[in-house]
């Protein structure tokens, strides 16, 4: 993995082994990486150096703090076309102009990770509009529940949030980018709350926001632990969609999902104006193209937002 940054300092908090940065000249390096680091660096030095602690990743680039959402960023490069064939992760110490799902403004602050991604998986994936939405709810949810006093406290809330006792502790974006048949090139975003809870507005569907430090019992886990937990989960499932294991990151996802069996209603998701309800049951089950099943409801739910009526 090759490694890039306008701060050597921060960076090394961040990797788990110390790695020698090397500042570079501007336009020393391929275009496309060039392209990526005038904008994620502007008018600041550039430091280089590579470590073999992923081998899936090529490039990380680590900022400490960005004025943009790199998942945008992100989006962008992978309209050029060709120029963008590797697989790269983009990680913000804390920015502004963040964003979740629908345009829903996510605030950012230093301790937690901001993290995006670009997958060029170049082949054929089956249910592939969903599927690398449940690889990164799968990957946030796996982090979690694999720290020794946070075991199965984290579930996910149809379609994209990461949960704990009905407060947010992360969400997930996800867009592909599809050439006839082929999955050409996929974007991830995921925020995920590890020091501190960001002020998020609280609403009939969501209780608030934790983090996981807040949670672990008095254990602190450092944010590098849990950063290359998620990456390693992350690449996991990558590999899992590669080798058409779709089937069983759903059956994961479904199986830590906290709507299943419970009583709900349906909103509508605006843009602008109020949410109305559209739909009310109890969620009997999930569908492989991740529909809601509702029982005396005839219509599958594809969209919307879930308001838990009960906690049974």
């Known amino acids: 993995m090759i490694i890039y940054t306008d701060n050597p300092s921060y960076s090394q908090h961040i990797l788990t082994s110390t790695v020698p940065l090397i500042q570079v000249n501007r336009g020393s390096t391929a275009e496309n990486i060039d392209q990526i680091s005038r904008q994620l660096f502007p008018e600041k030095n550039i430091f280089v150096g590579s470590s073999g602690i992923n081998q899936l990743f090529k490039y990380l680039f680590i900022s400490e703090y960005v004025p943009f959402s790199q998942y945008d960023l992100l989006l962008q490069f992978a309209k050029l076309g060709d120029k963008f064939q590797e697989d790269i992760l983009c990680f913000a110490g804390s920015g502004k102009n963040f964003h979740g799902f629908r345009q829903r403004k996510w605030t950012s602050v230093p301790g937690n990770i901001h993290l995006s991604v670009l997958l060029h998986p170049g082949k054929h994936i089956e249910h592939a509009e969903i599927a690398f939405l449940i690889l990164a709810a799968n990957a946030v949810t796996q982090t979690i529940n694999n720290l020794e006093r946070l075991r199965r406290k984290a579930m996910i809330r149809w379609v994209n949030d990461i949960i704990i006792d009905n407060f947010k502790v992360g969400g997930v974006l996800a867009q592909t980018q599809i050439q006839g048949t082929i999955i050409d090139k996929v974007v991830l975003g995921i925020g995920l709350n590890v020091d501190k809870s ?112 009960n906690s049974s």
């Open 198 to 309: 960001p002020e998020i507005e609280n609403d009939q569907f969501l209780e608030g926001a934790t983090h996981i430090n807040q949670i672990a019992q008095g254990k602190i886990y450092p944010l590098k632990q849990v950063l290359w937990s998620l990456i390693s989960n992350l690449e996991q499932n990558y590999r899992a969609i590669l080798e058409n294991n779709y089937r069983d990151l759903l059956n994961y996802y479904i199986d830590h999902s906290i709507v299943v069996g419970k009583h709900v209603e349906v909103y509508s998701d605006p843009r602008e104006g109020e949410a109305h309800k559209i739909a009310e049951g109890v969620v009997s089950g999930i569908t492989e193209n991740l529909e809601l099943i509702l029982t005396g409801q005839q219509d599958l739910i594809r969209k919307g937002r879930i308001k838990l009526l």
